[in-house]
């Protein structure tokens, strides 16, 4: 026999006590058990995406000799610090427990570190959007059945939170590039004072020579082939030191490592033919530097090397300069766009919406129970 629409409103409309006493039993238990739940509130700030800068020091060095490779984390800013990696991290996280107004909130008071840092790390979402924005999510439950007061607490330390979040993530950014920006002036500084008394040495050896041998100049040819070794010569050097410095940073393996030993070998070949007779085959300026007379080929070895020495000099000076100006320096790495400045958002519960639809669903089910007990029948 087939049931009809008609059937089933007969039998409701028979068993229609039943049918409210389920509805209203199961809505009555969502309603009360949304009186009693844990309640959960959030606040989403967002955050400018970092002003994009040119790096320094160590990074500057390597993405001269490299340009095609992607070097993050040595200098500058970068758009890595918006991860869930750093914002969550343990050191973001205990810069935040740092400020009283978090460490010693009544909601943490019981907890161990620990669970002081996994709670903490539990509540924050990170969602890096196509604009470039950076939206932080952060949601913080309170204990079943809360009080006013354990409500009132929540909300203090969801918005503490909230606020001094950019805050402690400038903090730990700033103490990273400082520490990386430290190590790198000072191993800096040690080679400058090495090169300053090697070139206070050539200095002295080249007064003395030019005293000795009354030596005051060189031809053209001679002064455009000392100028050519010197430049190579001062590349390879620097190479050498950017291959001591990039060691520090990287494995043996690494590609910055196996570019700049290539970068080397090539320079070199050159300086090797630049001492031969030039660059090129047909390059019919340069001389050999043994078929300059002995007196002359003195003198250009002292030039050479004292010119090599200033200008390594002065580079350094210059990475070393651009290494204590990102230790010193004190630029916020975190632009807050949206703060926490109103009451935060109720995620749940949420009585009304709870109860209605527990009203559709046990209606639903209140129904479904009176087909299955037709179609059987």
Avoid: C
Avoid at 23 to 50: D, E, G, N, Q, W
Avoid at 95 to 121: D, F, N, T, V
Avoid at 166 to 181: G, M, R, Y
């Amino acid at each position: 026999m087939k049931t009809t629409l008609t059937d089933i409103f007969i039998v409701v409309k028979r068993k229609k006590a039943s049918v409210l006493s389920i509805v209203f039993s199961i809505t009555l238990l969502a309603f009360l058990y949304s009186m009693f739940a844990s309640h959960s509130y959030r606040y989403v700030i967002t955050l400018m995406p970092p002003e994009q800068k040119t790096p320094s020091g160590l990074s500057s060095i390597l993405q001269n000799v490299m340009p095609s490779l992607p070097i993050g984390g040595l200098g500058g800013s970068s758009g890595q610090f918006t991860s869930i990696d750093v914002l969550a991290s343990n050191s973001v996280i205990d810069e935040l427990l740092k400020y009283k107004e978090i460490g010693s909130s009544p909601i943490l008071a019981s907890m161990k570190k620990s669970e002081k840092l996994s709670h903490i790390k539990n509540t924050l979402v990170v969602d890096n959007r196509k604009s470039g924005v950076t939206a932080i999510i952060i949601t913080m439950p309170t204990t079943f059945n809360p009080s006013a007061q354990t409500v009132k607490d929540n909300k203090i330390l969801l918005r503490n939170i909230a606020n001094k979040l950019p805050e402690a993530v400038d903090k730990v950014l700033h103490s990273k590039s400082a520490s990386t920006a430290k190590k790198t002036r000072i191993f800096i500084e040690r080679v400058i004072e090495k090169h300053k008394k090697e070139l206070d040495s050539v200095q002295r050896l080249v007064q003395e020579f030019q005293q000795k041998n009354h030596v005051i100049g060189i031809d053209a040819q001679t002064t455009a082939m000392v100028n050519n070794a010197a430049t190579l010569s001062t590349d390879l050097a620097k190479a050498e030191i950017e291959m001591s410095m990039a060691e520090q940073e990287y494995a043996s393996s690494s590609p910055a490592i196996i570019a700049l030993r290539q970068q080397i070998e090539t320079i070199n070949k050159q300086l090797e033919r630049a001492q031969t007779g030039g660059l090129v085959s047909f390059d019919k300026t340069s001389i050999r530097v043994d078929s300059i007379p002995s007196l002359t080929k003195q003198y250009v070895n002292l030039y050479r090397s004292q010119k090599i020495l200033e200008q390594i000099t002065a580079y350094l000076e210059t990475q070393r300069l651009q290494e204590y100006i990102q230790e010193e320096k004190d630029v916020p790495a975190v632009q807050v766009l949206d703060g926490a400045f109103d009451e935060p958002e109720k995620v749940s519960p949420k009585p009304l919406v709870m109860t209605l639809l527990a009203f559709i669903v046990s209606s639903t089910l209140a129904i479904a129970w009176i087909v299955v007990g037709i179609l059987k029948t």
